[in-house]
């Protein structure tokens, strides 16, 4: 049993991935946290019958902000959380405090375009090469240690849209198994 809480700020299709993926599983999430008010993860959460709370992290207080979810989920006996479309960046005492406990999923081939709006970045570049990343959080921006990655090159047909939905789907297809093994104590070895 690992009792987990995903963080999001958005759309939430990772954290639909994640709960289709471990429906009836001792890995279902109990806990969705979004910094967002009225964004579309909390319905869906909601929809899901996951407990659901707006919890801002407000710069101006941020560290208290972050020491208060913390506790909250200290509280709410969360062993792993997943970082699944999650806009803002979590404090070192927050990330410290979580140590190899926070996964961290983005659309792009780290260390190559950190930060917001990877894909369309990595398209105004001309990049041939798509793809995404699993990592464990550390202090940095889209950095900590690589878990996993996968990668396509981009076909001639393809448009900003048709590459925004291929690196989706690898994000829905890897993060749940990514997590799964990584709550079951598996680690990369090299
Ligand atoms: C995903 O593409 C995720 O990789 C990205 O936000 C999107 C959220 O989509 N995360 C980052 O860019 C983190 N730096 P979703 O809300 O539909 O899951």
């Given at each position: 049993m690992t009792r987990l809480a995903v963080l999001a700020s958005g759309t939430g299709s990772n954290f639909e991935a994640i709960c289709e993926?471990?429906?009836?599983?001792?890995?279902?999430?109990?806990?969705?946290?979004c910094d967002r008010k009225d964004a579309p993860v909390l319905h869906k959460a909601e929809r899901r019958g996951v407990e659901s709370l707006h919890?801002?992290?407000?710069?101006?207080?941020?560290?208290?902000?972050?020491?208060?979810?913390?506790?909250?989920?200290?509280?709410?006996?969360i062993e792993l959380i997943?970082?699944?479309?999650?806009?803002?960046v979590?404090?070192?005492v927050f990330v410290k405090d979580w140590k190899d406990k926070i996964l961290n999923i983005h659309p792009s081939i780290l260390p190559r375009y950190p930060g917001t709006e990877a894909i369309r970045r990595a398209w105004d570049a001309g990049e041939e090469w798509f793809g995404i990343t699993i990592h464990l959080v550390d202090e940095g921006v889209?950095?900590?240690?690589?878990?996993?990655?996968?990668?396509?090159?981009?076909?001639p047909e393809d448009t900003l849209e048709s590459l925004e939905n291929k690196v989706h789907r690898l994000e829905h297809l890897?993060?749940?198994?990514i997590i799964l093994k990584f709550?079951?104590?598996w680690r990369r070895t090299k």
């Open positions: 993926a471990f429906e009836k599983t001792p890995y279902y999430p109990v806990l969705l946290i919890f801002p992290l407000p710069a101006q207080e941020r560290e208290e902000a972050a020491g208060r979810l913390s506790r909250l989920l200290r509280e709410r006996e997943v970082l699944a479309g999650f806009m803002k979590l404090p070192p889209d950095t900590g240690p690589i878990l996993f990655q996968n990668m396509f090159h981009r076909l890897y993060y749940p198994e709550a079951q104590g």
